[in-house]
Each structure stands twice: as structure tokens, then as C-alpha cells.
């Protein structure tokens, strides 16, 4: 089955404590991105990937890092989290130029 | 840069009655034009899109959207709702040749039974 798939769904942890949300794809998609999702703002991008090794900034990048070593993986790194990044996350890849996105089921991160 | 509105935040139908949820863009060149819904606890699926060609486009769950050039917008319809449509709706307007497509703040649809 196509999917996208993020690890975990649920995150509680603290301040400063760095974190990884994983996803991954087995499309294979050249584009993937990643999104939050806030109560009325939409989503917003955060970084995309245009292929493996090239990565980009979004809308919403600080406080954020992401990696392209495989295809397949999109992984979210918050190396510092903050309780403003609590969150609803989502990964979406797509092929490239077709901005067609296929999500995952999302990540609800909670900085406390 | 492209941008989207969505004007209503909330939309409350009565099962069984029409639907039509609005969208308009802003962007100075034909864009990519998508519709996605978000179910309670899930990621966002697509629904339909707009590249090019017949401005109506048919999508899954019987929705279909019309892009209207000279009102710069892609309205949602559905000539028949469901219990299980009820869900969060979001328009995104892509620039061709972008990588950063931008979504409208969704529309919250409620339907009564």
C-alpha cells in the first residue's frame, strides 16, 4: 500500500530535549516536506526536499533541521524544542513538479 | 506570491443537501490548484486538483471543483453531503515550476443529520 508513514503520532517531552519525528515514503517520491498544522493558521511548510542531498526552507524553518540522506527518509529534527513548537505535524511527499502531496497520518508533539 | 482564502471558517449543512465550499486565489499566472480533506485524527487527502485543461474537475468521494479564471477562484461542490463528509477542508494554490504550494485555512464542514 502507498503510504507515508510518521513516527511517532505522540510526543510529550520537555524543553531542550532534543527530538527526531521520522517519516518515510515507499512512493518513490522526489519531493517530500514537512508541515505544522496550528488552530487558525493552516499548515505551514517548514523545509522540503527536492531529492536526496537537497533540501530547502520553507515558510517556518527557524528552530528546525531536516536530512535527505535516502529517498525514502525525511526525517524532522528539533534539536532544541521550545513550547512554541507545540504542534500538530505532517509529512507529505509527492513527485516532483506534481505538488499532488500524499500525508502521513501526522504528529502531535507537545513541548512542555 | 500566490495566496489563498478560504472565507469561511465554519460550514454547517443538513445530510443530504448540496454543498459548496469557497476558495480564491491570488497569483498572477495559471496555478495548480488543489482541494484536500483532513478527517479527525488523520493526515490531509487529496480530493482533486487542477492543472490544466477542463476548468470542471471531478474528484473521489463524488466532490468536484470549478476553476473560474476571471474570479480567480476553484469553489468545492458536492450535489449531495453525507454524515461521513464531515471534516476539515483545505484549498492549496501552487505556482508551476514552485516547490512551496500555499494552503488556504480550511473550512470546517458540519453536517446534521
Known amino acids: 500500500e502507498a503510504q507515508v508513514t510518521q513516527n511517532p503520532r505522540y510526543l510529550i517531552t520537555v524543553t531542550g530535549k532534543k527530538l527526531t519525528v521520522t517519516c518515510s515514503q515507499n512512493m518513490n517520491h522526489e519531493y517530500m516536506s514537512w508541515y505544522r498544522q496550528d488552530p487558525g493558521l493552516g499548515l505551514r511548510q517548514i523545509y522540503y526536499s527536492m531529492n536526496v542531498e537537497v533540501t530547502d526552507k520553507g515558510d517556518v524553518p527557524e528552530g528546525y533541521k531536516v536530512s535527505r540522506k535516502e529517498k525514502r527518509n525525511f526525517p524532522l529534527i528539533l534539536e532544541s524544542p521550545s513550547p512554541n513548537q507545540t504542534s500538530l505535524y505532517f509529512c507529505?511527499?509527492?513527485?516532483?513538479?506534481?505538488?499532488?502531496?500524499?500525508f502521513g497520518n501526522g504528529t502531535r508533539l507537545t513541548v512542555t | 506570491a500566490q495566496s489563498v482564502t478560504q472565507p469561511d471558517i465554519h460550514i454547517t449543512v443538513s445530510e443530504g443537501a448540496s454543498l459548496e465550499l469557497r476558495c480564491n486565489y491570488s497569483y498572477g499566472a495559471t496555478p495548480y490548484l488543489f482541494w484536500y480533506v483532513q478527517s479527525p485524527g488523520q493526515g490531509l487527502q487529496l480530493l482533486l486538483k487542477?492543472?490544466?485543461?477542463?476548468?470542471l474537475v471531478q474528484g473521489i468521494k463524488g466532490f468536484e471543483a470549478e476553476f473560474k479564471r476571471s474570479q480567480s477562484s476553484f469553489n468545492l461542490r458536492k450535489p449531495s453531503v453525507h454524515w461521513s463528509d464531515a471534516a476539515e477542508y483545505f484549498c492549496?494554490?501552487?505556482?508551476?515550476?514552485?516547490?512551496?504550494?500555499?494552503f488556504g485555512r480550511g473550512t470546517s464542514l458540519i453536517v446534521h443529520p
Open positions: 487542477y492543472f490544466s485543461g477542463d476548468t
Open positions: 507529505a511527499s509527492s513527485l516532483l513538479g506534481d505538488l499532488a502531496l500524499h
Open positions: 492549496a494554490v501552487g505556482a508551476r515550476g514552485s516547490y512551496i504550494p500555499t
